[in-house]
């Protein structure tokens, strides 16, 4: 049974973020052959950004590391990093893909990840680092992450007076022991034929610049929660102390449902995960800076999973304020930032200060899904997620292509997981068909 | 002997709290300690490559890690130490983080804690002893238990993959609670059609055997060959099943449980899984004046049941529309805390509603009186501040998710646990939402917690993925802690025999002595606490090694 009869088949799983991940582990762990194609240098997803998960307050990386070695070690799984695909076509049951693969411009299987090029790099502290969301720099090669798999390190090529320009030293080169930096490197193209795919292309944050009220790029002092998650990870840009601008802020304002719930920003949906990644934000801050000053501006609170209420409510009993009324702007005042709001429950409009506010930005499909759905012929949402149905969650408008994690609409990890074992199952039975 | 030992800093977890430079320090200089090194995070991939090259090239005989609780992460750091050439049940894990550096902010103390536990593990794992895995056969089969939508999605897939499905139910018909609904949000569909389709595929098949109005009575084995007794109408059966996915729902709440709100003593007042048949039976007038109440039965602490039970938001938002589409102009007055329309298309729903004419009025109703009139809804409007009294012609409770009524007889039978609210405990809330401890026993769907349909449908696919990815080889490895006999010792008093629930202990007549059939034995333990002469015991968990390691908790350091 099973293994004799899958081996041969072999699945693509498209995006390596928590969901990807789960649908990949259980194809495999049921004998089928799969190939992830992560875009990125690294798997993990926006999971491996985040400081801790609610509402266990698990720390992120401790959780989902080994699931990420688990793929890179599996004997039925092949990784492709800096690789997503360019032309799909179907091949009878199947299809034929065509993966553009980017240089890494390293030698995976000669880097040690001892770092000794990144230090020589003349661009080192110069380039914006985007896993740290540009909150701190980089040198032109770099690892994203200290756990990033594979753990190997890569050179960008945007970055690179080499790469760009034609032009450097090239310290790393003669910095490097292994020689394991090859600046030959081209673009592959790979074609392949795969019995069925996954989709985990997972999602993007609102771009909080649109809300200009709020001020975010040009006040200082306003970020957003994917960014705070950052400053509160030990692996972020201030190795986890809770310093902004060298100080440490003592009034916190958070602002949920900002680019969700909101028709002006086209996005009528709840993203699902903000108030509680709010309520996780909060109780972080009680921790680590013992006499905050914390408010949280909330339309509804949302706890609606297993834990969650509970969470919330001791947020509530740890010291957090929760104003019910979304504030109407944000200015610079004299002793900080001003944040306007109509207290909905006293019918006061207030003005409160505040060091730091976060905004709780929503959450949108990535991008490149878009193009992504048109090469299989995938429907979305007027939204732009992968349209499926509530009874086969995971089944897209194209036989034997299936979808899990937010690329379907937004889920927490724990809903993440299950789709991508529902995503999984789907999938098995596809290619298990005559 | 030539021990190795890893510290962790797990990121700020560990290294915030202990110092842990000083106990690298500390256990350099230490007797046999061959290496000492500490890292950020073990479990990532140079981490684990640390431990594995170090244990390979130092030829260590232990291997101590003193990082997380050992149930994270176990299989993992066996595997790489087997890779690096030492027998994996040589390895020891160490609880610096759950056991110490998240206990307490003083770092002197941590620390010194930190060096007492790691101690207790190098002197423990001193009288460890090699053991190898044992490779079973196991069934290529499952029981569900439950046929409701989670548990009906669970034995399609199983079955589709060729494995053989005992499905029991417990009711006449299966389909659990979405067989009642008439118009399922947000598919619109009927419940019942729903799951008659699924329940004609399964028919269909010849390796899927249906119990209806079954019960189970005993169940034991282990994972790979359990084997349960059912009572069906036709008799007792026996099955094995390689493994097990519990999908035995939930319970309605019943708000009789809640006076307060005139349930049960006054036909206008309806819970909305009662509405599901419409309002046709209602008698309701031309206009009517429609109460729609939300957390009834859940965010609700006096009643021991603050979790929020998910779904609820959805069905009184359908409950409003419901009366708005059958009556124009009727007054629907929806009382909330907060509307929880989280699911995909459920906001753009609650704003569909509002438009329809649904009013939303934020408050505690306190008290539901019946009246010749009408139903008197009392409570607070949060939103002013103000008392409320309005008189309806309908009150529609919307009412949580409670656990399944069998969770505690299900619980003890299978040996799995229970949460806080009696739902069944997850293995892990994230990245194992729908496993247990005991490996190949699932627990799927609103069993578990609340949830919605999809979200059931997910988790009954998705632990049979687990299960079948378990199973499908034909054989697996189950862990050697098995009981062991020092014959000199026993003194064949056979207090262990009656101990083991197992049945596992079989007294030697010719001999005198007891001895254990390892294959039935589950390394519970039980025999070796009754013993009175230390002579039944676990492999690899000696008397001496617990005494040792208290020993090494109480010297100085
Ligand atoms: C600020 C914040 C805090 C959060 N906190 C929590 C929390 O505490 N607890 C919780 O449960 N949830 C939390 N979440 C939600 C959680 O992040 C998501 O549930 C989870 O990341 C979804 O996983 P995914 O795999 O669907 O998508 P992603 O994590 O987005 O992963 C998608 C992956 O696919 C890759 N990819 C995309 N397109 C392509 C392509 N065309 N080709 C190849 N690869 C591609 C991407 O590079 C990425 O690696 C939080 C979210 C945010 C924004
Ligand atoms: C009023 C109401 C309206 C709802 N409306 C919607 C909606 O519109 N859309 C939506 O998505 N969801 C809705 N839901 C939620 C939906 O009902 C659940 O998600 C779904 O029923 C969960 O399926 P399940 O298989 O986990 O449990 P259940 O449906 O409860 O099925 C469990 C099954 O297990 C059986 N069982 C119990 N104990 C035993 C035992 N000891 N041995 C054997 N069998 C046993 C039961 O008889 C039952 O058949 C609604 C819920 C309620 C209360
Ligand atoms: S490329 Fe060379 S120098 Fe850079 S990390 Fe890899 S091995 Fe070290
Ligand atoms: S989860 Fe909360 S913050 Fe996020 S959109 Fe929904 S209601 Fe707003
Ligand atoms: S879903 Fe809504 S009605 Fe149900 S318990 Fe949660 S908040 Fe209350
Ligand atoms: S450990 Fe002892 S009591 Fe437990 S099953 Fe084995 S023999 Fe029986």
Same mark, same amino acid.
């Given at each position: 049974?099973?293994?004799?009869?899958?081996?041969?088949?072999?699945?693509?799983?498209?995006?390596?973020?928590?969901?990807?991940?789960?649908?990949?582990?259980?194809?495999?762990?049921?004998?089928?052959?799969?190939?992830?194609?992560?875009?990125?240098?690294?798997?993990?997803?926006?999971?491996?950004?985040?400081?801790?998960?609610?509402?266990?307050?698990?720390?992120?990386?401790?959780?989902?590391?080994?699931?990420?070695?688990?793929?890179?070690?599996?004997?039925?799984?092949?990784?492709?990093?800096?690789?997503?695909?360019?032309?799909?076509?179907?091949?009878?049951?199947?299809?034929?893909?065509?993966?553009?693969?980017?240089?890494?411009?390293?030698?995976?299987?000669?880097?040690?990840?001892?770092?000794?090029?990144?230090?020589?790099?003349?661009?080192?502290?110069?380039?914006?680092?985007?896993?740290?969301?540009?909150?701190?720099?980089?040198?032109?090669?770099?690892?994203?992450?200290?756990?990033?798999?594979?753990?190997?390190?890569?050179?960008?090529?945007?970055?690179?007076?080499?790469?760009?320009?034609?032009?450097?030293?090239?310290?790393?080169?003669?910095?490097?022991?292994?020689?394991?930096?090859?600046?030959?490197?081209?673009?592959?193209?790979?074609?392949?034929?795969?019995?069925?795919?996954?989709?985990?292309?997972?999602?993007?944050?609102?771009?909080?610049?649109?809300?200009?009220?709020?001020?975010?790029?040009?006040?200082?002092?306003?970020?957003?929660?994917?960014?705070?998650?950052?400053?509160?990870?030990?692996?972020?840009?201030?190795?986890?102390?809770?310093?902004?601008?060298?100080?440490?802020?003592?009034?916190?304002?958070?602002?949920?449902?900002?680019?969700?719930?909101?028709?002006?920003?086209?996005?009528?949906?709840?993203?699902?995960?903000?108030?509680?990644?709010?309520?996780?934000?909060?109780?972080?801050?009680?921790?680590?800076?013992?006499?905050?000053?914390?408010?949280?501006?909330?339309?509804?609170?949302?706890?609606?999973?297993?834990?969650?209420?509970?969470?919330?409510?001791?947020?509530?009993?740890?010291?957090?304020?929760?104003?019910?009324?979304?504030?109407?702007?944000?200015?610079?005042?004299?002793?900080?930032?001003?944040?306007?709001?109509?207290?909905?429950?006293?019918?006061?409009?207030?003005?409160?200060?505040?060091?730091?506010?976060?905004?709780?930005?929503?959450?949108?499909?990535?991008?490149?899904?878009?193009?992504?759905?048109?090469?299989?012929?995938?429907?979305?949402?007027?939204?732009?997620?992968?349209?499926?149905?509530?009874?086969?969650?995971?089944?897209?408008?194209?036989?034997?292509?299936?979808?899990?994690?937010?690329?379907?609409?937004?889920?927490?990890?724990?809903?993440?997981?299950?789709?991508?074992?529902?995503?999984?199952?789907?999938?098995?039975?596809?290619?298990?068909?005559? | 002997?030539?021990?190795?030992?890893?510290?962790? /800093?797990?990121?700020?977890?560990?290294?915030?709290?202990?110092?842990?430079?000083?106990?690298?320090?500390?256990?350099?200089?230490?007797?046999?300690?061959?290496?000492?090194?500490?890292?950020?995070?073990?479990?990532?991939?140079?981490?684990?490559?640390?431990?594995?090259?170090?244990?390979?090239?130092?030829?260590? *005989?232990?291997?101590?890690?003193?990082?997380?609780?050992?149930?994270?992460?176990?299989?993992?750091?066996?595997?790489?130490?087997?890779?690096?050439?030492?027998?994996?049940?040589?390895?020891?894990?160490?609880?610096?983080?759950?056991?110490?550096?998240?206990?307490?902010?003083?770092?002197?103390?941590?620390?010194?804690?930190?060096?007492?536990?790691?101690?207790?593990?190098?002197?423990?794992?001193? /009288?460890?002893?090699?053991?190898?895995?044992?490779?079973?056969?196991?069934?290529?089969?499952?029981?569900?238990?439950?046929?409701?939508?989670?548990?009906?999605?669970?034995?399609?897939?199983?079955?589709?993959?060729?494995?053989?499905?005992?499905?029991?139910?417990?009711?006449?018909?299966?389909?659990?609670?979405?067989?009642?609904?008439?118009?399922?949000?947000?598919?619109?569909?009927?419940?019942?059609?729903?799951?008659?389709?699924?329940?004609?595929?399964?028919?269909?098949?010849?390796?899927?055997?249906?119990?209806?109005?079954?019960?189970?009575?005993?169940?034991?084995?282990?994972?790979?060959?359990?084997?349960?007794?059912?009572?069906?109408?036709?008799?007792?059966?026996?099955?094995?099943?390689?493994?097990?996915?519990?999908?035995?729902?939930?319970?309605?709440?019943?708000?009789?449980?809640?006076?307060?709100?005139?349930?049960?003593?006054?036909?206008?007042?309806?819970?909305?899984?009662?509405?599901?048949?419409?309002?046709?039976?209602?008698?309701?007038?031309?206009?009517?004046?429609?109460?729609?109440?939300?957390?009834?039965?859940?965010? *609700?602490?006096?009643?021991?049941?603050?979790?929020?039970?998910?779904?609820?938001?959805?069905?009184?938002?359908?409950?409003?529309?419901?009366?708005?589409?059958?009556?124009?102009?009727?007054?629907?007055?929806?009382?909330?805390? *907060?509307?929880?329309?989280?699911?995909?298309?459920?906001?753009?729903?609650?704003?569909?509603?509002?438009?329809?004419?649904?009013?939303?009025?934020?408050?505690?109703?306190?008290?539901?009186?019946?009246?010749?009139?009408?139903?008197?809804?009392?409570?607070?409007?949060?939103?002013?501040?103000?008392?409320?009294?309005?008189?309806?012609?309908?009150?529609?409770?919307?009412?949580?998710?409670?656990?399944?009524?069998?969770?505690?007889?299900?619980?003890?039978?299978?040996?799995?646990?229970?949460?806080?609210?009696?739902?069944?405990?997850?293995? /892990?809330?994230?990245?194992?939402?729908?496993?247990?401890?005991?490996?190949?026993?699932?627990?799927?769907?609103?069993?578990?917690?609340?949830?919605?349909?999809?979200?059931?449908?997910?988790?009954?696919?998705?632990?049979?993925?687990?299960?079948?990815?378990?199973?499908?080889?034909?054989?697996?490895?189950?862990?050697?802690?098995?009981?062991?006999?020092?014959?000199?010792?026993?003194?064949?008093?056979?207090?262990?025999?009656?101990?083991?629930?197992?049945?596992?202990?079989?007294? *030697?007549?010719?001999?005198?002595?007891?001895?254990?059939?390892?294959?039935?034995?589950?390394?519970?333990?039980?025999?070796?606490?009754?013993?009175?002469?230390?002579?039944?015991?676990?492999?690899?968990?000696?008397?001496?090694?617990?005494?040792?390691?208290?020993?090494?908790?109480?010297?100085?350091?």
């Amino acid at each position: 049974m099973g293994e004799r009869y899958l081996q041969e088949k072999h699945v693509l799983v498209v995006g390596g973020g928590i969901g990807g991940i789960t649908a990949a582990l259980e194809l495999a762990s049921c004998g089928v052959r799969v190939t992830m194609l992560e875009g990125g240098p690294s798997i993990g997803g926006r999971m491996i950004q985040l400081d801790k998960t609610f509402p266990t307050l698990d720390c992120s990386s401790c959780t989902l590391t080994p699931k990420m070695v688990e793929v890179a070690l599996h004997p039925r799984i092949e990784l492709m990093t800096l690789a997503k695909p360019m032309g799909i076509e179907r091949n009878g049951k199947g299809f034929s893909v065509s993966i553009q693969k980017r240089p890494r411009f390293v030698d995976m299987k000669k880097c040690t990840a001892c770092g000794a090029c990144s230090g020589a790099c003349v661009m080192k502290g110069r380039l914006s680092d985007e896993f740290n969301l540009r909150l701190s720099k980089r040198a032109a090669i770099y690892i994203p992450f200290p756990q990033a798999v594979p753990q190997k390190y890569l050179v960008d090529g945007d970055g690179c007076l080499f790469v760009s320009r034609g032009k450097c030293k090239k310290a790393c080169v003669e910095a490097c022991e292994t020689r394991a930096i090859n600046f030959d490197e081209k673009e592959e193209i790979i074609e392949s034929y795969y019995d069925a795919i996954v989709l985990a292309p997972g999602f993007d944050l609102y771009d909080a610049t649109e809300k200009r009220e709020y001020g975010y790029g040009s006040l200082e002092g306003v970020m957003t929660g994917i960014e705070f998650e950052r400053i509160c990870s030990v692996t972020g840009p201030t190795g986890g102390e809770m310093v902004i601008n060298g100080k440490t802020p003592k009034r916190f304002y958070f602002i949920q449902c900002v680019g969700s719930r909101d028709r002006q920003t086209g996005a009528r949906f709840c993203s699902r995960v903000c108030c509680m990644y709010t309520a996780k934000h909060a109780t972080i801050v009680r921790d680590r800076v013992k006499d905050a000053e914390i408010y949280v501006s909330y339309i509804d609170v949302r706890a609606y999973g297993k834990n969650y209420e509970e969470f919330y409510k001791s947020t509530q009993e740890g010291g957090t304020y929760y104003i019910r009324g979304i504030p109407g702007d944000i200015t610079q005042g004299e002793k900080g930032l001003l944040v306007r709001v109509e207290d909905m429950l006293s019918g006061e409009l207030r003005e409160i200060e505040a060091d730091l506010v976060v905004l709780a930005t929503g959450v949108r499909p990535r991008k490149d899904t878009a193009e992504l759905c048109n090469l299989l012929k995938v429907d979305r949402d007027e939204y732009g997620f992968i349209r499926t149905d509530s009874i086969a969650p995971s089944r897209t408008s194209t036989k034997g292509v299936f979808v899990c994690g937010m690329a379907s609409g937004p889920k927490d990890v724990p809903d993440t997981v299950a789709s991508g074992g529902e995503a999984a199952s789907r999938c098995l039975e596809y290619i298990g068909e005559q | 002997m030539k021990i190795g030992i890893f510290l962790c /800093h797990c990121g700020h977890n560990i290294k915030h709290t202990v110092d842990v430079a000083r106990v690298k320090e500390y256990f350099q200089k230490f007797l046999n300690v061959a290496v000492a090194e500490d890292y950020p995070f073990l479990c990532s991939e140079p981490g684990q490559e640390l431990i594995r090259s170090r244990t390979e090239a130092e030829g260590l *005989d232990r291997v101590i890690i003193a990082a997380c609780a050992p149930t994270l992460h176990q299989d993992m750091f066996k595997d790489l130490v087997k890779k690096g050439g030492l027998n994996p049940f040589l390895l020891r894990r160490v609880s610096v983080r759950e056991h110490c550096s998240w206990v307490g902010d003083d770092i002197g103390k941590n620390t010194d804690k930190a060096i007492r536990l790691i101690k207790a593990g190098v002197y423990g794992s001193s /009288h460890y002893i090699p053991l190898e895995e044992k490779q079973v056969d196991v069934t290529q089969s499952a029981m569900v238990i439950g046929g409701g939508v989670s548990g009906l999605s669970a034995a399609l897939f199983l079955s589709n993959q060729g494995m053989h499905v005992y499905l029991v139910e417990k009711e006449a018909e299966l389909g659990g609670h979405v067989r009642k609904l008439r118009n399922v949000w947000p598919s619109g569909k009927d419940g019942s059609e729903l799951i008659d389709e699924m329940v004609e595929t399964l028919r269909d098949r010849e390796n899927v055997e249906i119990f209806t109005s079954t019960r189970m009575v005993s169940f034991g084995g282990s994972f790979g060959n359990y084997e349960a007794t059912l009572e069906t109408p036709a008799g007792e059966s026996t099955v094995k099943a390689g493994g097990v996915i519990v999908a035995i729902g939930f319970a309605p709440f019943d708000p009789i449980s809640k006076p307060e709100l005139g349930y049960g003593k006054d036909k206008r007042i309806v819970t909305t899984l009662e509405l599901e048949n419409g309002l046709d039976e209602l008698g309701l007038p031309a206009n009517p004046r429609v109460a729609v109440l939300h957390c009834v039965g859940s965010r *609700d602490e006096q009643i021991g049941k603050p979790y929020c039970s998910r779904v609820c938001c959805i069905n009184a938002l359908r409950a409003g529309q419901t009366v708005k589409e059958k009556f124009e102009h009727s007054y629907v007055e929806s009382f909330y805390m *907060d509307v929880r329309a989280h699911p995909k298309g459920g906001e753009e729903f609650y704003e569909d509603t509002q438009e329809k004419g649904v009013l939303f009025t934020r408050g505690n109703v306190g008290e539901i009186i019946p009246t010749p009139a009408g139903v008197l809804v009392r409570g607070e409007d949060t939103l002013f501040g103000e008392l409320l009294e309005r008189e309806f012609d309908l009150a529609v409770l919307s009412i949580g998710m409670s656990p399944p009524k069998d969770n505690q007889y299900i619980a003890s039978l299978l040996k799995i646990t229970l949460d806080k609210d009696k739902f069944f405990l997850e293995a /892990h809330p994230k990245l194992r939402p729908y496993d247990t401890a005991l490996k190949g026993i699932f627990i799927a769907g609103t069993c578990s917690g609340p949830k919605d349909m999809e979200e059931s449908i997910n988790h009954g696919r998705a632990s049979a993925v687990k299960l079948f990815g378990l199973l499908n080889l034909g054989y697996a490895f189950v862990e050697p802690f098995v009981a062991m006999v020092d014959p000199k010792r026993c003194s064949g008093c056979r207090a262990c025999e009656q101990a083991c629930v197992a049945k596992a202990i079989k007294f *030697d007549d010719g001999e005198r002595i007891v001895r254990v059939e390892e294959a039935a034995c589950m390394g519970c333990g039980l025999c070796n606490s009754t013993c009175p002469s230390s002579a039944i015991g676990l492999k690899g968990h000696a008397d001496s090694s617990i005494n040792d390691e208290v020993g090494a908790i109480l010297e100085a350091i």
